[in-house]
């Protein structure tokens, strides 16, 4: 027999009570799902039709497409250092066909067109975003990187969802157990105690508004079964049963995504970590030849010296292959650096031609001075 212990806690303020008569759509209602977007999760979580991958196919993302891909990422930078990583959310339709072109195989016997007028198949949307903050600077791009894991990560807001389904379920499965066989009056006290967790639990975990197709069912799934009824308003322990199975097959799958997205942006977070330490260690090394390489060079002391064309020939080449090392440099604020310097070495290299070896030694200073503001 069911009691309740203590007080019933007051209910909140913005979550609505528990009434007799609800609608057999209540779960879709609260949850705002479509019914296509409830056949494309069945699709996600049944994983037997694979998710189409789609982007916009402009100038923009034609472009980025062909820029250098920082190796075992999906991140592109750009020859002034620009960088750009994916990133992807669903799409229930797609109004436009034309204007999108495939990023993953398509299915044997499918057209593109086919695709996005099913009403079953999963579609997420692949945008580039930018990085912008810090003047586009790789550090940037790494913050980045630590938010999104943040989220996802062990105590992170995402995975902390997961979690908190998870104990709602084994509460769900353990009033059903409780209310079998019970008078009325005892299973309306049970599933008003449950109805009103779930949706205090939507409310703080962000479900309620959520705009992912997936978390929507879960969603619908959680409050149905709040209720205890079928929609023909009878006691059915075995729908409601059913109902927590499709939700924790639901939470599983969401919970391999939150895996395969942690996959993902520490892929890309590495990648960008091993690129900025490959950058620092050039500008590291172009600072050293220098200050020792050619500032302390005999051709640049006070007192003018007899330089032969082969010695000219030869310094000349050294700055030259300093400048193709600096070539190499990929992502700001580096890639800024690097170019201003290689711009330097250019006309240090008109004045050691002209033989102004002091006014080319100013420059080799000034190129210097500059590496040493960013390493």
Same mark, same amino acid.
Not at 176 to 192: P, Y
Not at 254 to 258: K, N, P, S
Not at 328 to 333: A, I, L, S, W
């Given at each position: 027999m069911l009691r309740q212990e203590g007080p019933r806690p007051p209910a909140s303020p913005n979550v609505p009570q528990r009434t007799e008569g609800l609608s057999p759509s209540f779960g879709r209602e609260i949850a705002g799902l479509s019914w296509q977007e409830l056949l494309q999760v069945r699709e996600r979580v049944r994983g037997e039709r694979l998710p189409l991958f789609i982007i916009i196919d402009d100038e923009r993302n034609r472009r980025i497409a062909k820029l250098w891909r920082i190796p075992g990422t999906s991140v592109r930078v750009s020859l002034e250092g620009d960088i750009y990583y994916p990133v992807w959310r669903e799409r229930s339709r797609v109004n436009k066909s034309e204007l999108y072109?495939?990023?993953?195989?398509?299915?044997?016997?499918?057209?593109?067109?086919?695709?996005?007028v099913s009403k079953r198949r999963p579609i997420s949307e692949v945008k580039y975003f930018q990085v912008?903050?810090? &003047?586009?600077?790789?550090?940037?791009?790494?913050? &980045?990187?630590?938010?999104?894991?943040?989220?996802?990560?062990?105590?992170?807001?995402?995975?902390?969802?997961?979690?908190? =389904?998870?104990?709602?379920?084994?509460?769900?499965?353990?009033? #059903?157990?409780?209310?079998?066989?019970? @008078?009325?009056?005892?299973?309306?006290?049970?599933?008003?105690?449950?109805?009103?967790?779930?949706?205090?639990?939507l409310e703080k975990c962000g479900l309620s508004t959520a705009a992912s197709a997936l978390k929507k069912d879960i969603t619908r799934l959680l409050a149905q079964v709040s209720i205890g009824r079928d929609?023909?308003?009878?006691?059915?322990?075995?729908?409601?049963?059913? *109902?927590?199975e499709a939700a924790t097959a639901r939470v599983e799958y969401?919970?391999?995504?939150?895996g395969f997205i942690i996959d993902k942006f &520490?892929?890309?977070?590495?990648?960008?970590?091993?690129?900025?330490?490959?950058?620092?260690?050039?500008?590291?090394?172009?600072?050293?030849?220098? &200050?020792v390489?050619?500032?302390?060079?005999?051709?640049? *002391?006070? =007192?003018?010296?007899?330089?032969?064309?082969?010695?000219v020939? =030869?310094?000349?080449?050294?700055?030259?292959?300093?400048?193709?090392? #600096?070539?190499?440099?990929?992502? *700001?604020?580096?890639?800024?650096?690097?170019?201003?310097?290689?711009?330097?070495?250019s006309q240090a290299q008109q004045k050691v031609?002209?033989?102004?070896?002091?006014?080319?030694? *100013?420059?080799?200073?000034? @190129?210097?001075?500059?590496? @040493?503001?960013v390493t």
């Open positions: 072109a495939p990023c993953s195989k398509l299915p044997r016997g499918w057209s593109f067109e086919r695709l996005l912008k903050k810090d &003047s586009g600077a790789i550090e940037a791009a790494i913050r &980045s990187m630590d938010h999104v894991l943040e989220n996802y990560q062990e105590e992170g807001r995402e995975l902390g969802q997961v979690e908190a =389904i998870r104990e709602q379920i084994a509460r769900a499965r353990k009033v #059903l157990e409780e209310t079998t066989g019970v @008078s009325r009056e005892e299973f309306e006290e049970g599933f008003e105690i449950l109805y009103r967790q779930t949706l205090e639990l929609r023909l308003g009878r006691r059915n322990p075995l729908v409601m049963l059913k *109902k927590l969401r919970w391999h995504e939150a &520490s892929a890309m977070k590495a990648g960008l970590e091993a690129q900025r330490a490959k950058d620092r260690e050039i500008l590291r090394k172009a600072e050293h030849q220098l &200050s390489g050619f500032a302390a060079h005999s051709y640049f *002391k006070e =007192i003018p010296q007899e330089v032969s064309k082969q010695q020939g =030869i310094l000349i080449g050294m700055m030259g292959s300093l400048a193709y090392m #600096l070539g190499q440099v990929r992502v *700001k604020p580096y890639k800024t650096v690097a170019k201003e310097i290689m711009e330097e070495l031609r002209e033989g102004d070896y002091q006014g080319a030694k *100013k420059l080799l200073l000034q @190129s210097q001075e500059r590496i @040493s503001l």
